[in-house]
């Protein structure tokens, strides 16, 4: 009997990280056939190129889709978006799946979700139903509504999806395929790398042995205008702090380019030596990272999903993050450097969270490839209500 | 104090007459600003040119956009839709609107939904909530979820918009625009044009003048292979009925061209002498003829909607309009001839049904420009749970 | 060894059969493995689905290429270049051909010649170097300067080649691929079918068997708004001309609404008993019928080429072909009725022309197909001059 | 009467450079409206943003177009293309230029002249009939058949432009409108800025005014999998000059990473302190430092053309300028360190060269808008011979 085709497509790094246990479970399926589509920013140098730690991983890539249209303004995303269309249509028609995953709610997964629904291939989305309280919200939402299988990574998530009016038997909680890594993280969770050395960077390469914070701050879409004040109060609050900060590089968006030339800017004027700038990191790597550091600070959902699972301190600033379930791992902030400051304090000279599974126990990936395989293949469906 | 601009895009010949009053509305306020883009079937001639009947009603438009890509195949559908993105994004970089407007539910609807929804201008939809059960289902409620404000056509689509999770603050019921043309045309119902001296098209011109009934039945898109099949079964039974038969060319959709060549290939066998076919006919004038006929056949929402208020006798065939609220106007059927024949037979025997306000009571269009003037303009929500 | 794959783009049903004996050819080679794409309107139901008579035929499709974005003005066809050249880049990347060969000079060829160019695989160009006095000549032209290799199918066309600064180790005079069909034909002129019956079409069925004429005449593309008129000319010439008429459609191009609307015009308003309309015909089927026939009326290159080879009347209309060399088959005539009419009574009644070689002597194929698989593969090159 | 509408499409911070006192003299026309569009790389922050100096030298902008892929690769190159097509149609759609003007030979100019020429829109190319030798050549020769006027930079451009076959009456030899600049940089030729101050940049800020060397130096599209071996060699040379460096970055083209990727490579790896980074300069402002260095180097077209003019010394390394007609001012050398070495130790002991008007007498910017004002408006032409 032949295998059923599932075409998964990857736009950007760390949703990569987010579905790489369902990737590997998918080729490891005695009835599937992985078929991977690598896009977006994921295809490009200065947003990580997830493209290179994918095939590291052993992963044979079907088809890479160029669709990131450059300018610093919210049309490029629309565009992008546009030209995503046209181009995974052409691969779809191509790859002829049986059905095809979409991960998560970054603006281009519409494209995907488009693309194949309108193609009436079956649509799989993993991680719908979360609430955040910005543009990727509509887009979540929206794609949910396109999609014909749900599977979330939280039993909120779940119940979300289901007042949505999706049918109960499209609807499935495996967790979020991240923690299944941070599961294999946590059974050897010493740093057995030397990060300057294993991922080089700029700036200072402070010494890590007597403990060291992390920083990921993303440009928020819809507050545009803002992304550069924002992230100088987060650099101001580091400014302060002495302890060694490993700072990560934000992923594309309108707007990257204020957080990105505040961080120059930082740079050029103070010279910090006590941080160090990494542009991406392996995803276990970087777990392992951040289980041996004192805290993460910014508005990555690692801090929200991964390091509850961890038992990571965060402090999470801002918008971006709002609304979505967590763990008590979390300190929320405001974008204001004092308040900032002295949360990173609060975790710096108190103890660290007890874990939690609120985004699953670590077999998403086995689960979602099991549900692949045996879920009905339909494109037809209809509101509950 | 500078006008509001309130840009509309307009996809197709159905969605203009559905539309109509409110563009009028809009253009007649104090405080808004028409701005009127006609894309895709609407600008061509083989779907009716909505375009020439926009320009005849006095409309003026601000940008066309050509975005129909050819080709007998669902992938052209998203295509199109991908062409629409980067058309329409850089339609309202130069218009630079206040608010846009898309309305129903038509795939390509999706363009403008997505392009103004990433470039953060508020997004009102018309007529969402609704539930029919194909295609059209899974494009209507991703726009929902796009979509800052809902002008909706009943109570019941209002509430499903609310389930979906919308903000009450943000879901209106205003009716159907198009009942607001059906409550003129009630005013003076008498058929006073010749259908065939005014609308040309071609076939036998039968005498009008002892009754006709009115066909019009698109593909279902979700069911491709089997639009010849379906367009068939309906001409066998027309063929059998002697009562005069005006029958509309159905509009651009994947599937399109196995209707048109069933109802080609039919001329060609039987050439029917009481048969005429249109290709289209301006709103008002289409919705006396309808006052007029005996009955409507096919799966128009025409049938569900104008003819509910008009207490015009359908016989609705097939799956195009399942679970659309309904007046009591509406005989279902499948795709039968036998079926479609007797249910035409009853309509031919039995009086007229009363009329209905379930799609609104024919102010809709004042209601919409009124509540484009004076909402907020926000791009930002949540879901509400 | 591996077999040099050699990637022709078909986009027009006027191409493929230009290039059919090329395209046998290569599939017999031993050196070389055929990528055949399909394009354009050669995969539309109105402009004669080329792609059916490909696959009967026996050729296997590598890639179908939907770029025609529909449109009555010459907008479309400037985006439909856009489009093709974003699908054919991605086909490119797919199919890594080590040479891309192009056909003529038709708007959409220059998709195929610069994603080829850009993408640094070599780029043959067939049947350039010739002049007709419109906007294909500049196409042509341009494509001339972004191809390395040029098989041409004249003398003429060679020195023009040459003057454009072409080397001379890159044009070579294969005579034109269309004659090795017309070869193959004049070794058995006889009409062996049946056209009404095995191609449809509509209109009348006259008697054949005491002589007919055949019309083929395309709008002209610079000379858009006027397209009306000059249909107008030919079918008020051939309305008085009472011998059977074979009329085949035009193909795509701006302006082909408006050679279309005017022969359905005049079917409506003449219902002229002694015409049949046909949409298409496979290749060597109409080479017969034209031997057959008493002449060809219209601007087809298949009067100039084929024709020439057969020695079939020709009466060309109009600007078109202008300038192209041409055999003693052809009398030049303007957009006038009263001139076509006299040119085909001339024709009625004087003998047949001789057969000219000046396109070739019915090996084209062969030499073509030798040349791809013995020319250097490079795609550097310089102007002579 | 209504002025002559002139559409200049600007893609790049160099084609600004060129085009900009032929802008100001169409301005400033009493007969010539100016209608720019400012698109690709010219409006983008890591290419120099020519856009900002558009809007500070006072031009008003009629449309930007962002239709730059990301992409390091040939296929990005194409799509770039593609899109630039589709979106400047809708562009010349909206503004309805009477003629429009492309510059020089970058890949995506080409969009230019496609969406113009197809549009039947007279076009103009500036500085057609020049020979390098890559890419380029291909690009700029297929413009010259597509455009209807050619503004040529020197004799010999226009000898060729007339040898490809175009009409005598529609070519001319304006110089170049970059050696206008140049003449007014000569009329007061003192460094009258702080380069540091003015534009910032990175690197070391060594002491100029015992004098330095300028460094520009741009991928070979046709080299690729090279340019960052190019780059090696450039930069080990000037690694062992102790005089002080100010350097450039590249332009956007397929490879340009591997350069820039050369570059930082080497600052973190020799951290130099002789040498400063610039990303860009106004053009007078590079004028001025060309007039005030030792010599330039690298492959920049600046070297044989505005510094023929000034009299700079030029190291010209590798092919991209092959076959350029230039001045007495150029040494050339091939990608090795040492005879670049070499070459710049020549220009440090030896006088510098004799200004030459091979370019042009610096009254290109007017000739070309007189010309644009008096020729007739045509779209029609056909090859010469």
């Known amino acids: ?80 978006t546009g030209i995503g269309i046209l181009e995974l249509s052409t691969v779809f028609d191509n790859l002829k799946p049986d059905m095809v995953v979409t991960i998560a709610d970054r603006f281009e997964t519409m494209a995907t979700a488009i693309a194949a629904s309108y193609m009436n291939i079956p649509l799989v989305h993993i991680q719908g139903g979360e609430v955040t309280g910005n543009i990727d919200e509509k887009v979540r939402h929206a794609i949910t509504k396109l999609a014909d299988y749900h599977f979330v990574a939280s039993e909120g998530a779940k119940q979300r999806v289901l007042k949505l009016g999706e049918e109960s038997e499209s609807v499935f909680n495996t967790g979020c395929p991240s923690i299944d890594l941070a599961k294999n993280v946590l059974e050897k969770p010493e740093l057995n790398f030397d990060p300057y050395q294993k991922y080089g960077g700029v700036g200072s390469s402070p010494d890590l042995s007597n403990g060291y914070i992390v920083v990921m701050q993303h440009p928020v879409t819809t507050e545009y205008a803002d992304s550069r004040k924002h992230i100088n109060e987060t650099l101001q609050a580091i400014n302060t702090i002495s302890i060694p900060v490993l700072w990560f590089w934000p992923n594309v968006d309108a707007g990257a380019d204020g957080t990105s030339t505040g961080i120059r800017s930082f740079r050029e004027k103070f010279k910090p030596n006590h941080i160090h700038f990494f542009k991406n990191m392996e995803g276990e790597d970087f777990l392992r990272l951040l289980v041996n550091s004192k805290c993460l600070i910014g508005n990555s959902s690692v801090g929200i999903r991964e390091c509850a699972y961890l038992g990571v301190p965060v402090v999470n600033i801002g918008t971006r993050q709002n609304k979505r379930e967590r763990g008590n791992n979390i300190l929320d902030v405001e974008y204001d450097s004092s308040a900032i400051e002295k949360a990173i304090l609060h975790w710096l000279h108190n103890p660290k969270p007890n874990l939690s599974t609120v985004y699953g126990g670590g077999d998403a990936g086995v689960q979602i490839a099991n549900l692949l395989a045996e879920s009905p293949l339909r494109f037809h469906k209809t509101i509950t209500y």
Not at 6 to 31: E, G, M, N
Not at 43 to 72: H, Q, W
């Open 1 to 80: 009997m032949s295998k059923r085709k599932i075409c998964v497509v990857v736009t950007a790094r760390p949703s990569y990280s987010r579905i790489k246990t369902a990737l590997q479970a998918i080729k490891d399926h005695p009835k599937l056939e992985l078929q991977l589509v690598v896009a977006a920013s994921a295809l490009l140098d200065r947003y990580g190129s997830a493209v290179n730690y994918i095939v590291n991983d052993g992963f044979e890539i079907s088809a890479k889709v160029f669709n990131v249209l450059e300018g610093e303004n919210l049309t490029a995303a629309a565009k992008t």
